[in-house]
């Protein structure tokens, strides 16, 4: 199998240039042999028609058959055919292979073996006519006579395709030869220059995918073609950027994931070992210090689990028709103590009535319990979060606005990438862990609907997402 570019390409130019000569060989040989085949008809015709011609003046001059024979075994000799000549009962007074003479001329006789006569069934009878005397003037004669039959047998022209085949080499045949060859060195020039042309992106695209392949992301392919391969380094330039941006927060998740763990940890192994070195004793403060450190831990394990699950599209959902202002009314509740323990007004701005949506109420209500955990902790003291509610097309939209500090234009289009912070710092009280807005992005997801979320510094931000609308809609 033929593996490289080029003896590919050469290949495939060699076969179209001779698969186009042979085939216009082809038909011109196919022309030729059917005007030699023409030609022949006409010839055959002529002959038979000068027979004809002269067998009348015969019986006109002589008024009988009589020493026909000889005219006979000439013109089979010379024109190589069958003929037969009968009279009007039909009897073969003439044979030009001196077989039938004195036969009744019968059609089944002609195909038995012992006659042996070739006339194939294009051979047609011609008949003979002998003209009565001339008519006087201004009156019309009566028909011709007829006074015989002229049997020639027709046969397929001897050596046609090989005089046709011969004819046509020797007039264009040596020209296609030549022709291909020409044709062939041109494509070899051809495939010379395409094949740099076409090879040169693709060599920079190997060697740039090689270099991926080690790790390192950072290459770019320079290509200004407008065409397919320009397309190609384009998508292949915007891989790399993605490949290069999901290298870089996975390296920041794993340092994130780390000091996740590392805080509550160090914590836990601090408050134990002062508890062992007797410095501090194990009392309710201390135990509380290391339940608190404990439920980070679990929280953060389980954060994982969840976003862990939802990737693989395994989360176990039981989508039920529900209300959406009685589940928004929920979370708010479950909210209110942080948001006022923090001075934040929680309010909701809800219409008297909803269509019920399909959802599962226990990821729902995660969804909005980390939108809301996310508004209150970067919405200072004095600021207020307003959820609201409304019906679009075949969804419902929920929206949590807050009068926070707002989103940067250059961090919105990444807040909801895993252990991404606008706040670069690793402070857990400004930070968080990174995975709320994550894991509520691919919960919205698994119920048919999106997200999105706009900000302005200093204003706030309002983050929207939708759930689709329960099939059946209660009376």
Known sequence: MIHNLNLRLLAAFTIVIIVTIGMAFFFTYQTTQNEIIGIGEKLEMNQDTRMQTTLSRYYQFFDDWTGIQIYIDQWGQLYERRIILADTDDVIVADSDDQLIGYTYDK????????????????????????????????????????????????????????????????????????GLVAIGIAVLITFFLSRRILSPVKALINVSRQYGQGDFSKRIDNKDKGELGELASSFNIMADDLERIQRLRRNMVADVAHELRTPL????????????????????????????????????????????????????????????????????????????????????????????????????????????????????GGKITLTAAEQDKMVAISVTDTGEGIPAADLPLIFERFYRVDKSRARTTGGSGLGLTIAKRLVEAHGGTITATSEIGKGSCFTFTLPKAAIQAA
Request: no cysteine; net charge negative.
């Open 108 to 179: 089944n006789l002609m195909g038995n073996e012992m006659a042996e006569i070739p006339i194939s069934a294009s051979g047609q009878p011609l008949d003979i006519f002998v003209p009565p005397n001339k008519p006087p003037p201004g009156q019309s004669g009566s028909p011709p006579d007829t006074v015989g039959v002229l049997y020639v047998a027709h046969a397929e022209f001897p050596g046609i395709s090989g005089t046709a085949l011969e004819i046509t080499y020797n007039s264009i045949g040596s020209y296609f030869i030549w022709g």
């Open 266 to 381: 160090s914590n836990l192994k601090g408050y134990l070992e002062a508890i062992n070195d007797g410095v501090i004793k194990p009392d309710k403060a201390a135990i509380r210090s290391l339940d608190e450190e404990a439920t980070t831990l679990s929280r953060l394990v389980a954060d994982l689990q969840e976003l862990s699950l939802a990737d693989a599209g395994e989360l176990r959902i039981n989508k039920q028709s529900e209300d959406a202002i009685k589940v928004i009314r929920e979370s708010i509740i479950s909210s209110r103590a942080k948001a006022k323990a923090k001075g934040i007004t929680l309010a909701a701005d809800l219409p008297k009535q909803l269509p019920l949506v399909n959802i599962d109420v226990h990821w729902i209500k995660q969804v909005l319990g980390n939108l809301l955990d996310n508004s209150i902790e970067h919405t200072n003291k």
